[in-house]
Every structure is written in structure tokens, then in C-alpha cells.
């Protein structure tokens, strides 16, 4: 990749400065990602702007997390270049997380020991500017910037729904809940742009439609939102465009009509035409069948890379 990194600036507690609406936010320009003789990601172009809902779809195996891992500093390409507001970004996930861009992960990482409250304060940390003395002398400064930041994590838990459980233990959240966890704690960074690994994986149809419009809420915050996802419905209702990976390459981008009508996308991918009518059909139905919400949780440091990878 190029080295003409972003500087963003870690001591800003409004975090990184937002473009105009409809400028390009994210730029990812013929990205590749070899690992040894397998090429999971094949010179893949896709652009961000602000104010946008991209969707990034396709078969297990496609290499849409890897594509995310490369965006996000997790995995620097063997080849291209990914920027952010016109500079390249450093290719660690801190300095990313920094410049303005925050993400969820296919399997939940959450602090499953510590309470609702506290994960989403962890989120704040790439924007605080005390540092290990001040949090030990407890000055005034350090005690000014824990309170904003409590009142920042607080508040991001009344935009998501878990007000009331903020000390709760992480782990003892529903299923559904957890993921909106996650998603607080990923806007505790004032993010520009938020990607999002199947927010909605293992979700029963109402929780898929709440998150749906939390993501549109989000969207309506200045925070765009590259979003992958297996549920057709939720795609095509919420995107703006939508990209098809298939074999690391990218086959198809355009709005909803164009994707679901394209007969290479339809092969590759959705098997049969996508109809909206059926598909609102069969989410109707299966939200009248009795649901039972799983409390399992995976901590941080227990969710394994190779479980995502070849998504």
C-alpha cells in the first residue's frame, strides 16, 4: 500500500471532521489480499460516500469479511490502496478506528464480564486525550473527560435501546440486545463511517426490522454505513447500492432493482429472482411462530479470526 497515511488527530473529542453530504468518504481501489498461493480478495474497487447505505453481499466464501479486514487495518493488502477522506489509511485498526471509521464483527466480541456501560465506554478511548498519569493523578482534566465520556456512552445507550440495562454484565443480554451493544460501543468513536458484519445474523424477523431501522437512524446521525449481510430483504430495503462478491471478485454493483435483476447475480448467488412480495410473505410468517432468544456471548477475546475469514 501507498504511505502517504492519514494523521487524524487523537485528541479530538468530537472526533474527525464530517464532509459534505454526498462526497466520497471511503475509497478502496483495486484491493487485493493473498494469503500464500490463495487470492481471497481479487481487485475489488467499491466507493463510500457520505450519506450512504452500501450493502456488500454474496456466497459464504465470497470474501466480504476479508475485504472488511483490509478496510479496517485488521489485514494490510498485498495489493491497492484503501483511503478515507481522500488520505491513506495507516493499516492498524487503532489508527483506522481513529481517522473515523468503526466496525462490528461477525461473531459478537463483547467484554462479556463487564457491565453494558462499560463496553460502550471502551469505544472511547480512541477519543480521549489523557493519558496513564492524569488517569492516576485523577485531575480536574481527566475527571472533565471521564464525565463526557460517560455522558456520550449514556446517551448512545438511549439511541440504541439498553438504557436501562447499563449495568447489566454484558453477558446477560439477550441475543438480539447484545448486537445493539456492540453497535453502541463502535459509535462510541464518532465514526464518519461504521461498517457492520451481519448485524442481523441469527435474528428473528422483528429484531431484523428494529435493526433495520436503527441502521437507518444511524445513517440519519451523518454516519455512513457499509453493511454486510445474508438477509435479502434487509438489503434491498435499506441500501442505496448494492455490491455482489463472488470468488473475491466483485461481479455486480448498482441499486436493488439492478442487482436482483442481473441473471449473473441470480446464478452465482440468489439462486431465483429476489421478490419483495414473498419475501415480506415468508418474514410475516415466521414472525408469528414463538421465538426463543439465546443469551450466549462471545468475549473478545475468544472470537477466532478463522471463523470470519471466509466470509
Do not use: W
Amino acid at each position: 500500500m501507498t504511505t502517504d497515511t492519514i494523521t487524524p488527530d487523537p485528541g479530538s473529542p468530537e472526533g474527525p471532521a464530517t464532509p459534505a453530504t454526498g462526497t466520497p468518504l471511503l475509497e478502496a481501489t483495486d484491493v487485493v489480499m493473498r494469503f500464500g498461493g490463495l487470492t481471497a480478495v481479487g481487485g475489488v474497487d467499491l466507493t463510500v460516500n457520505t450519506g450512504e447505505i452500501i450493502g456488500l453481499i454474496g456466497p459464504n466464501g465470497a470474501g466480504k469479511t476479508t475485504f472488511f479486514n483490509c478496510l479496517t487495518g485488521l489485514y494490510v493488502p498485498t495489493e491497492g490502496q484503501v483511503r478515507y477522506q481522500g488520505k491513506v489509511l495507516p493499516p492498524t485498526p487503532y489508527k483506522v478506528t481513529q481517522a473515523g471509521m468503526a466496525r462490528t464483527f461477525q461473531n459478537i466480541r463483547l467484554f462479556h464480564n463487564m457491565t453494558v456501560l462499560e463496553n460502550v465506554l471502551v469505544g472511547r478511548h480512541t477519543r480521549t486525550k489523557e493519558g496513564i498519569i492524569s488517569a492516576v493523578l485523577r485531575g480536574p482534566r481527566y475527571r472533565r473527560e471521564e464525565a463526557e465520556s460517560r455522558a456520550k456512552a449514556l446517551e448512545l445507550l438511549e439511541f440504541v435501546g439498553l438504557a436501562g440495562k447499563r449495568d447489566h454484565l454484558a453477558r446477560n443480554l439477550p441475543y438480539g440486545e447484545q448486537r445493539k451493544l456492540e453497535i453502541a460501543r463502535a459509535m462510541a468513536s464518532d465514526p464518519g463511517l461504521l461498517l457492520l458484519d451481519e448485524p442481523t445474523a441469527g435474528m428473528n424477523p422483528q429484531e431484523t426490522r428494529a435493526t433495520e431501522e436503527l441502521v437507518f437512524a444511524i445513517r440519519d446521525r451523518g454516519i455512513a454505513v457499509l453493511v454486510i449481510e445474508h438477509d435479502m430483504r434487509f438489503i434491498f430495503n435499506l441500501c442505496d447500492r448494492v455490491a455482489v462478491l463472488v470468488q473475491g471478485t466483485k461481479l455486480v454493483e448498482g441499486d436493488a432493482q439492478t442487482v436482483q435483476s442481473d441473471e449473473r447475480v441470480i446464478a452465482a448467488y440468489l439462486g431465483t429472482p429476489y421478490e419483495p412480495e414473498a419475501a415480506e410473505a415468508a418474514a410475516a410468517a415466521e414472525a408469528a411462530e414463538p421465538h426463543v432468544e439465546s443469551t450466549e456471548s462471545t468475549d473478545s477475546t475468544e472470537s477466532s479470526e478463522s471463523t470470519e475469514e471466509d466470509q
